[in-house]
């Protein structure tokens, strides 16, 4: 079976406050974007328990620790079903606030469930998700939600950014997620982003934050210098996604051609 697991950026980020169990309570807006890995699991003719390998983007770490082999033991523990070939094209950067790697293990979850009918209800396989990462449960239903507790308590919105053009810029730099936490010091916002996010699309820039911003821009002037291009070519609102560092400007239309980026991992086009 095919799938492509896709990546999200982050509308605004508010991280609210340090919870007793060391994660953060924060606020957020997930938006799912179109830029995709590819994930083929098929029944294995060869192996006894799975196999697992990955090409395109380099993944650091051992293979074990990929998410997608957490994904299927977590699963193989409560389940049966027969040995597994699992191979992955992986696309999305990592590092990068998009999301890539709780994605793939969302999709992984979602793909076993379905292959070996296995009928886990969507609401059982976010909470099984949770257990990879705070950024997981969310690719289960995989729409632009508002989201609070670590990220993973769920409130649907209408929001569509249909018709308008997306660039994503991601330098070669990697922002540690836990990292980019501990440098926060959390606050609630006066304004929930909730409301603010009603407001149209041109006030954006100048009341929806991402709070990782302050402290990754003053360690990486660069990320920051991506998103004042963005503005400068015409975005409507640009961002740093999650802890970063990667970038997106969205804009009315598609945006000029530019060489500026030539160094960067580029992506982007008409957003759903
Ligand atoms: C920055 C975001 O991408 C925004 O969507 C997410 O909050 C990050 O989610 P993620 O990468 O899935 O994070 P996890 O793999 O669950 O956690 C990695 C580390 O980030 C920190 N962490 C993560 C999420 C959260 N709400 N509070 C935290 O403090 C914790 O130190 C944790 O040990
Ligand atoms: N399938 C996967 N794809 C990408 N990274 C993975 C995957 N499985 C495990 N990882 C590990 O996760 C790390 C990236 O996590 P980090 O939280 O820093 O980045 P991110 O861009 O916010 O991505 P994510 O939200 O997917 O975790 C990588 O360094 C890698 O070791």
């Not at 977590?74 to 590092?95: C, E, M, N, T, V």
Request: proline fraction near 7%; glycine fraction near 8%; charge should be negative.
């Amino acid at each position: 079976m095919l799938t492509y697991p896709n990546a999200k950026i982050n509308l605004g980020l508010n991280v609210v406050e340090k919870r007793p169990d060391g994660y953060h309570n924060i606020e957020t807006i997930f938006y799912p974007i179109g830029l995709s890995d590819v994930l083929q699991v098929e029944v294995s003719e060869t192996c006894t328990d799975y196999s697992f390998s990955s090409s395109g983007i380099q993944i650091d770490g051992d293979p074990e620790d990929n998410l997608i082999v957490k994904a299927y033991h977590l699963l193989r523990s409560g389940y049966q079903f027969p040995p597994i070939d699992i191979s992955l094209i992986k696309q999305i950067p990592f590092g990068a606030g998009l999301g890539g790697g709780s994605s793939d293990a969302a999709f992984m979850l979602e793909t076993l469930n379905e292959m070996f009918q296995l009928k886990i209800t969507p609401g059982r396989l976010e909470k099984i998700a949770a257990k990879l990462g705070a950024d997981c449960p969310v690719f289960i239903k995989n729409k632009p939600v508002f989201a609070t507790g670590i990220g993973n308590v769920f409130t649907p919105i209408k929001l569509s950014l249909k018709g308008y053009f997306l660039l994503l810029v991601k330098p070669d730099i990697h922002v540690s997620t836990p990292v980019a936490y501990s440098m926060i010091d959390p606050q609630k916002p006066e304004v929930s982003l909730s409301e603010l996010i009603l407001k149209p699309i041109s006030e954006w820039k100048n009341v929806v934050k991402n709070d990782f911003e302050k402290s990754v821009f003053a360690k990486y002037p660069e990320i920051e210098n991506i998103k004042n291009t963005l503005y400068n070519m015409g975005a409507i609102y640009a961002s740093m996604s999650g802890s970063g560092s990667s970038v997106y400007g969205i804009f009315e239309s598609a945006p000029p051609k530019t060489e500026v980026f030539q160094d960067y991992f580029v992506t982007g086009g008409e957003l759903d």
